[in-house]
């Protein structure tokens, strides 16, 4: 999936999802405070930035391993 989605389709659990809020962030719904936080690792010691996203979207599949000959 490459395109970018209503807010209103998003899934509100804790996992990450690409959120656009004017520029890309990685972020989560929050059960707790019902808002969308940051990932952002900037912020690890402090609370997490509150976003108000206007689109989503699913994170991409990791890359696979390339096996090498040794």
């Known amino acids: 999936m490459d395109e970018w989605l209503p807010m209103e389709t998003a899934p509100r659990t804790e996992d990450d999802v690409l959120l656009w809020v004017g520029r890309v962030e990685i972020g989560y719904f929050s059960s707790v405070s019902g808002r969308w936080l940051s990932r952002d690792e900037r912020h690890i010691n402090e609370r997490p930035k509150r976003l108000e996203p206007t ?10 391993a390339k096996m090498e000959a040794a």
């Open 55 to 64: 689109y989503w979207m699913p994170l991409p599949t990791a890359p696979a």
